[in-house]
């Protein structure tokens, strides 16, 4: 008898031991759990802020790179918006790390997700790449008339997606950066000047020096030509029928198709002999007082904080 209670006395030690670990093992797990949960709510809040903080950095350098220029808004909004997610996926991360969960599972669903979701949007994705450098290099702008893929027209919308032009028929034409980027770009509102070469062609049995002659008498008198360089007519081609020729001369971009016309016209008109034909010489515009010129910011100026 004496020898099963002292059995009983050893057991009930034994089991007292061992709820006393797992009371241990328990308080310690609690502990750590709590720990890895302050951790992890000061990640999350860390991450928040630097999520806002790394917007703001990357709107404020792409306003720099545009200079003394307005900034893009489509362009800071994309990759502000980029930099913010790419700050809380980094740390979402993190707080999986800290709390235990294998992330590298994880990361492998990811990779292969967004493998599988590029792989579909390729065409959509492209459109997007061509949109941000389309954005960066600025070869065309909001108001500019270009001519892209064979159409020529007003630049009406530019965002990430798709380039929008108005043709001077005032149709919509909608054309995908990707194709954008790709194609030969001409704008001819990027400069302020253009030169016009109105080509003609006469027949040789006409006055061709006198013709000439009269073509530039006709350019030089025209208002709405540069006098510097002076326009000038030259013989381009000859051969047994006809004698070509053009007139070049320079003017502000705005009045290209007028001066254009008229030295065209006018060449048609002198080659029949029909001078007298000859339709008035358009008027020069009234420029008013030069608008003071902007000052554009140094680099100290740009590097200054906003709030300065």
Known sequence: MQGFETELVERLRQTATTDENILHKFMNAAGDLAVNLVVAVVIVTVTWWAAGWASRLVRRL???VHGGGPPDVTLQSF??????YFVIVVGFVAVLQQLGVQTTSILAVLGAASLAVGLALQGTLSNVAAGVML??????????????GGRTGTVKMLDLFVTELATPDNLKVVLPNGKVFGDVIVNTSYHSRRRVDAVFRVDTKRDIPALLTGLK?????????????APSVEVTGVSEAFVEGAVRAWVEAGDFGVVKGDLLLAARLLADGADEALPPLPKAHVKGPPAP????PSIRDRLKPPNE
């Open 79 to 84: 990759a502000g918006s980029m930099a913010r």
């Open 217 to 229: 008498a006709r350019a030089e008198a025209n208002p709405l030509v540069l006098k510097d360089p």
């Open 293 to 296: 010129r902007k000052k554009r």
């Open 62 to 64: 792409i306003a720099r």
């Open 135 to 148: 954005l960066l290099f600025r070869p065309y702008r909001v108001g500019d008339t270009v001519e892209i």
